[in-house]
């Protein structure tokens, strides 16, 4: 069993993005990827915070693919924390009716959150408060204010994540993007921050602090981001692997038809080496994701 807990899949996709070659994956280019990889299921994740540069996608778009192709897609749902009302009268309960009607359909949590607000504002809070109320993890993308790009701002670091994690002891989080991943490693510079650094991973990284200290926190594997950290210093990935195979999750992160992602190699290789157990491979590939969304597989 493999499951892809990062998918952008489209019915009807038409439009590209600034500087994109392609559109976004259709739900068959989407599924003749997973054929191709072996992959079983995939979470779709609808883009719909303003900043994100392409389509906005509604629930029922999502569910539709669902119900078109039976057994193959999860679905998430997404909102913007600066809605359904003005900021200043956002309340939680506003976010959490409708939650809870998305959960009826189906939905097993939020994301991809890519809005361009500081952790701790409060249209975030009222948002993580309602998803933790719910029962919804929230797939995110994280920058810095300096990034002029899509993603939840936080410093170098990650100090208002951490205010985050300790706000909602209850509510997983699932860590997606460079400006995430790059912190596995200590001593990071602004300039790798949000980049995919090279060098070996350095003592003292963020992600593992926070991932020892609050067990909401989780590793979305996804893109180049997530393979980028595992792949810069092979010894430190499987110790990494190792230590947090409870809450570390297969994702890939299409994107284009024209991509080629390689994270499934990459772990089927360093298992047949003997770098990771089956074990945790396992974990990985399918169990951690079917626990945390209690998908009953």
Excluded at 190 to 204: A, D, I, S
């Amino acid at each position: 069993m493999i499951i892809d807990v990062h998918a952008h899949v489209f019915a009807f996709p038409k439009l590209k993005g600034p500087g994109a070659a392609t559109t976004f994956m259709s739900a068959e280019d989407q599924i003749a990827v997973m054929n191709t990889k072996g992959v079983d299921k995939a979470i779709i994740l609808p883009l719909n915070n303003p900043e994100t540069p392409t389509e906005q996608q509604s629930i029922g778009e999502v569910l539709y693919i669902c119900e078109k192709y039976p057994g193959r897609f999860i679905p998430f749902y997404n909102i913007d924390p600066r809605l359904p009302r003005r900021p200043d009268l956002i309340k939680t309960d506003d976010f959490s009716f409708i939650l809870e009607q998305c959960k009826a359909f189906g939905c097993k949590g939020l994301g991809e959150f890519t809005a361009r607000l500081y952790w701790d504002d409060p249209c975030v809070l009222r948002l993580l408060e309602a998803c933790e109320k719910v029962g919804f993890p929230v797939t995110f993308h994280t920058i810095t204010a300096e990034i002029n790009n899509y993603g939840v701002l936080d410093e170098m670091g990650l100090p208002r994540l951490e205010k985050v994690l300790g706000t909602f002891p209850n509510l997983k989080l699932f860590g997606h993007s460079p400006g995430f991943w790059s912190e596995i490693s200590g001593g990071i510079t602004p300039q790798e921050k949000n980049g995919y650094p090279k060098t070996p991973v350095k003592p003292g990284g963020r992600l593992q602090s926070l991932m020892r200290r609050y067990p909401g926190l989780y590793g979305d594997l996804s893109a180049g981001s997530g393979l980028n950290a595992l792949m810069r210093d092979p010894v430190h990935a499987y110790e990494f692997i190792d230590e947090f195979q409870d809450r570390l999750m297969l994702g890939l992160d299409y994107c284009s038809v024209k991509g080629d992602m390689r994270h499934i190699e990459w772990f089927k290789a360093a298992c047949q080496a003997g770098q990771i157990s089956a074990k945790a491979y396992e974990k990985i590939m399918w169990k951690n994701i079917n626990q945390a969304i209690h998908l009953g597989l």
